[in-house]
């Protein structure tokens, strides 16, 4: 896993943190002199493992894993082979010297645990938890052996007074309830059953043992006065129901349901017990009353069908197919038992008269094969491919026994291409892998294509790019930078798409709150945008 970061965004501080450089790629994998005593074993490095989930893994801290591999000069960037020291777990769990009046009891840390998914556990808020256990000093670093107080529960459960008449009961909240789900297992509305509930002042937040007014249902369910005629039945609608599903289920086109019931005003809103008219089949079974001359034969359409499957079932082209049935009056909409002509097979193969000078082979198109997959298949551009068969008018559609040439392959991709420099205000250097191109990289990182074109002009040709060519990444808008940072920050970070306060609060080892009040041109801490620079505190002391 590779993180860029910004010239003038390096960490100044704190360990391992001190210093980035450029990304640089290596061929095998680096292998330690030798590990710290007490290390644990030692550990190879596969696809998609970061040093932080290998922490994890081993349960200990990313800190430890770092200073343990001094051979990896750059923790974030590791690679499938690369050897790891995995040093020792830690010595002992932290034990409170004492708990606050009236908490529930003590809880002690196993593998996987974190404070968020504790508090939910035993019902309590993390400010809370958090604020019960002052010997751990970071709530981001827990580990297996820590003992917690866990405070005390909530506040008592809410109970509405009344409720409004006409309702169904009351519903007792359970573990997981949202207001949104209760309100879907009794069949109201979400908006009805929140103003059932003034009680409960934030519908986002409800707790275990709150209790709730479930308001009446739905308004009656919706009957036709009479059904047009030759009408196949009525359906009475069920949960999960819609006009499109039950279409399909009784072989009518949707249009034709929503036409055979005008008392339904809204065809995307239906309601379980609503009563639909099932207008009849369509038309019989349209049959030619002859084929061309020189067809390969008729074909009966099944569920499924298109005219353009039909035509790549049977090689011949979609216009040719269209051609052939006139009786078919819109060839977008074909039925079952429906009956095609099917015209005679396309032209004889196409050959080539020659091929061009180098060229690997000749190749015989085979069903299903496109320019692309073939071009693909021989490691060639679709475009060389293209232009060594000029014989092939439209490349879009071959057929099976064309022979094509294959060119020779490219030459092997230059090194990696990197800028002199990037432009002010850029977000940050991006090394290209297999598959990018800059349209897919500007989407990543939120930039126009040709904001990033105009930021790299040592790629020449935007159209090309190889593993290794690095770009600058322009700011999609000017970021917010502090006019200074407090005393003893580690360092500026540039943010970055898919960047939160709480993430980078956690990828430095620093407490939100701390990240918050070192940043007060955030005016916002909810909202932050690539290219906003932030000032990252030091982490505080470990107690004791």
Sequence with gaps: MVRHYSSGSIPRCCGPYASFSGVRLTGAGRIPASCPAGFQGRYTVAPGDTMFFIAQRFG?????????????????????????????????????????????????????????????????????????????SDPNLIFPGDVLCVPGAAAPCRVPASCPAGFQGRYTVVSGDTMFSIAQRFGVTLDALIAANPHISNPNVIFPCDVLCVPGAAAPCRVPVSCPAGFQGRYTV?????????????????????????????????????????????????????????????????????MFSIAQRFGVTLDALIAANPHISDPNVIFPCDV????????????????????????????????????????????????????????????????????????????????????????????????????????????TLNALISANPHITDPNVLFPCDVLCVPCAQPGRVPTSCPSGFQGQYTVQAGDTMFLIAQRFGVTLDALIAANPHITDPNVISPCDVLCVPCPAPSAG
Excluded: K, W
Aim: charged fraction near 10%; aromatic fraction near 8%.
């Design 60 to 136: 200990v801290t990313l800190a430890a894993l770092i200073a343990a591999n001094p051979h990896i000069s750059d923790p974030n960037v590791i690679f499938p082979g690369d050897v790891l020291c995995v040093p020792g777990p830690p010595t002992s769990g932290r034990v409170p010297a004492s708990c606050p009046a009236g908490f529930q009891g003590r809880y002690t840390v196993v593998s996987g645990d974190t404070m968020f998914t504790i508090a939910q556990r035993f019902g309590v808020t993390l400010d809370a938890l958090i604020a019960a256990n002052p010997h751990i």
């Design 238 to 306: 069920v949960s999960g129901d819609t006009m499109f599903s039950i279409a399909q289920r009784f072989g009518v086109t949707l249009d034709a349901l929503i036409a055979a019931n005008p008392h339904i005003t809204d065809p995307n809103v239906i309601f379980p017990c609503d009563v639909l008219c099932v207008p009849g089949p369509p038309a019989p079974c349209r049959v030619p009353v002859s084929c061309p001359s020189g067809f390969q034969g008729r074909y009966t359409v099944v569920s499924g069908d298109t």
């Design 340 to 447: 095609l002509c099917v015209p005679g097979a396309a032209a004889a193969c196409r050959v080539p008269v020659s091929c061009p000078a180098g060229f690997q082979g000749r190749y015989t198109v085979v069903s299903g094969d496109t320019m692309f997959s073939i071009a693909q298949r021989f490691g060639v551009t679709l475009d060389a491919l293209i232009a060594a068969n000029p014989h092939i008018s439209n490349p879009n559609v071959i057929f099976p026994c064309d022979v094509l040439c294959v060119p020779g392959v490219p030459p092997p991709p230059p090194p990696g291409r990197v800028p002199a420099s990037c432009p002010s205000g850029f977000q940050g250097r991006y090394t290209v892998v297999s598959g990018d191109t800059m349209f897919s990289i500007a989407q990543r990182f939120g930039v």
